[in-house]
């Protein structure tokens, strides 16, 4: 499986970029490769996020291992507080 992070490159609140920054930084100092996934770049991703997350509102950031859903910027802190960050991404 594939760890693929679903973002927005239009950044439409700093918060959503500030979050986007932060998963791409944290994956990339340990070494966790995974894909970035624009949903403003085809409408069928941000479809197909909200598809697997199972939630018709949910809003980027948004982390899967292939298909399977792993969850969003809260869990993410909460996995790398807890230090369950590879459980979190199922690796």
């Known amino acids: 499986m594939d760890v693929a992070v ?7 609140s ?3 970029k500030k979050n ?3 998963i791409f930084s944290v ?3 340990k070494k966790i490769a995974f894909k970035q996934v ?6 069928e991703d941000k ?3 909200r598809k697997k997350a199972n939630n018709p509102t949910a809003l980027p950031p ?5 298909d399977v859903y792993c969850g969003d910027i809260n869990a993410f802190n909460e996995a790398i507080e807890n ?3 590879e459980k979190f991404l199922k690796l």
């Open 62 to 66: 948004q982390i899967f291992n292939g």
């Open 20 to 22: 986007q920054e932060r």
């Open 47 to 49: 479809n197909l996020m």
């Open 83 to 85: 230090e369950e960050l």
């Open 27 to 29: 994956l990339t100092s």
């Open 38 to 43: 624009d949903i403003t770049q085809n409408t």
């Open 14 to 16: 700093f918060q959503v």
């Open 6 to 12: 679903y973002y927005n490159s239009y950044r439409f």
